[in-house]
């Protein structure tokens, strides 16, 4: 197969949607590798969380809809509650699960943290419905996308900027404000910064607070992209961002980035070129390789234990 | 003090209602655009929400000051019966119990009658055992314990008793029972099996359910392809297993905790994924049937003896399991995989090797799930990957956890709790894994020991010897 020959259209359609699975996952990725910097806890429910954004996202829509308001509306008030919700959620979570664990040994909290995941999705199912739902699709058609929407449509294209304003927005918060100060401190010394006054506990829930608005922007921009939730997709996709955070080396920010870019790139390609049935071996076959040549992921730093 | 409790209860129960409001309240058709409003559950929230609040500051007060339970209490000796009753009422179990009992009456309203009056009863029985034993027994069945434990025989007669119960149980009831019964007892030998590698030598591993499939699939496959014996098949699982635990072991040697759970988690689901998709060897969701049930010496067997026996294979299995398992928690290994589970920095700093005592660790974890899963392959007669997917591991880790890590005994009654359970309250199964998964948080919060907890070994010294005088 010569260049010329090489079909770039379907190249470059795999690569969008690859691009845009990636940046998802960076999303929720991001909330994994902020609380892990802080606590070093894998925090499973996180998935649940951005679950749970999907299905708020949805009864806010539910209702608006039945009472007259249309298009662009709902969906900024969606997605304004669903992140509300999600950020109480999560404040909830850290307070009731892994608040008391601290300081216990490291099994405990992430014990704790699988059971509040099965018990999220439970709740999700018994209280809603073990079926998938119809989400309705929010984001309208531009006009303008007309020419290329065979190869991205305007949904990718609102996921994609979402993503990126989100991102900036991350940057500036982390880097340039008081919150985002105490953050880096708390991640680089718990007790020192203690001792400078800051509030760790606060930090914590902050932390939690940050990546679980995060996770239900995520889960607000894939359910309009998939067009139907259940109680499971948090489950998947919070492993595969999870994936994604040891991917770029945890606790490590650009590096949650980087790695939910690169996964969702290799499956993207993976499933295109070798076959659509094998998506999850290719993306812990990669995470498995990563890890035996490189244990603290691409970006991280390797620590030395110290006794 | 209890002014302060009851409003933070307040505070909780309107928070859990404001959270809960999208899910449990609202319900959108969006195919007809329709909106459910169920008021109702806004009012189980608000009102259960209140008493578990109370429960929690009850057991997150008791959980601070940390006091042993049931000590002698001097305060309770030597008391009038009114001043005791006092004391037994500062006890948080009983005031747990008094908060159920509360919570059950005043459901009177919400629920049917006929499990209204259960609850009602259920919480007001073991909430009068409770007291009767603080007020009254405490003494007597201390000293009744005492005498058990001194006196040769008790051991022996304990064990008597038990086998008999285990041999005489499948006469005793219909083979819809006794295949439960296996089933459990399968996850007994699941739970003993990764209790070596999360309890023993504490590496987490999410994906445990993988091995069993691998002794599922192993015997599914060559008995149906190559008609090979059950009894052929049985040790091959395991070495199969054992084969599959170090050649996963061996890549993941360097990580810690943390990572070692995802790369787990994700070689379950990688096993999940192969099952399901490679339909050319594994038959996909169809799966494999028609597997021969286990044979002996070419005998016929209906449907109820194969049961039995089957049974009988089982239990022998979870003999052999305790009886290895526990052998080697005292053996050289065994200690190595504790002291690796203790400090890994410390431990290889003695000398002990590393690679050896993980991979050791996935080896003996992985045999055990093979072995069983050629017995659950032969037990179903047919098997798919439905059965093998990170619920199954989850429930498996859940029993480790439940029964207390590293402790045998209790692995053995939590895996009969959960496997039993869902099986004879068939009301309460579809909340299930809402229960378990609280159940799982609360434990790690306020029973991190788990149901019984793992005694450790201890050496006493007894002065040396001559110096008796």
Redesign the interface.
Known sequence: MSFLDFDWEYFLLLFAGGLVKGSIYALIALGYTMV?GII?L?NFAHGEIYM?GA??A???S??L??YGFSGVSILVLAAI?AMI?AA??GF?LER??YR??RG?????????A???????????M???TPDF????SLIPDFAFMEPIAHIINSVEVVILGTTVITMLGLTYLIKFTKVGKAMRATQQDMTMARLVGINSDRVISMTFVIGSVLAAIGGVLIASRLEQINFMIG?LAG?KA??AA?LGG?GNIPGAVLGGLVLGLTESMAAGYISS??E??F???L??LI??FR?AGLLGKAVK?K? | MIASTIRKAVIAAL?LA???F???V??????K???EWRWI?LAWVLYSGFFASLVWQVL?QY?KTKKADDEDDPSLQGLSLGDRLMVSLKDPYVLVLLFALAYFVGLYPLVSFEFWRWSCKIALAVLAAKLAYKLFLVKKVRSCSAVMKESPLSKPILFAVLGIAVIYFPFSVDSYQVNIMVLALIYVVLGLGLNIT?GLA?L?D?GYIAFFAVGAYTYGLLNTHFGLDFWICLPLGGLIGTFFGVLLGL??L??R???L???T???G??AH??LT?WTDVFKGNLGIHKIERPGFFGMEMDLAQATTYTYFLVVLLVIGTIFVTNRLKDSRIGRAWMALREDE??CV?MGIDMARTKLSAYAFGAFWAGTVGVIFAARNTSINPNSFT?LES?IV??IV?LGG?GSIFGVIIAALVMMLMPEYLRDIG??R??V??????L???FR?QGLIANQRRTYKYEGAKGEES
């Open positions: 892990y070093q894998i749970i299905f708020v949805l009864m806010v539910g209702v809809t039945i509650v919700y109480a959620y909830t009731i699960a008391p664990l216990a040994p490291r099994l405990s909290p992430l014990i704790s699988i059971g509040m995941s099965l018990f999220l999705q439970n709740y999700v018994l209280s809603q739902l119809r989400f309705p489950f492993v999870f994936t040891v945890i049935a094998y999850d071996v993306a812990f076959g995470l498995v890890l035996t244990p234990q006794v | 928070w404001f959270l809960t999208p899910l449990m609202v319900k959108v058709n969006t195919l655009d329709l909106v559950n997150y959980r999360v504490g987490l999410l890549p993941i360097r990580l905790g943390d990572y759970a995802i790369v988690l994700g070689f689901m990688i994924q192969v998709n920095i410390a700093a990170f989850a880790l859940s956890v890590m579809e909340y894994w809402l378990f998964g609280a159940v799982m948080v434990m790690m919060i991190p």
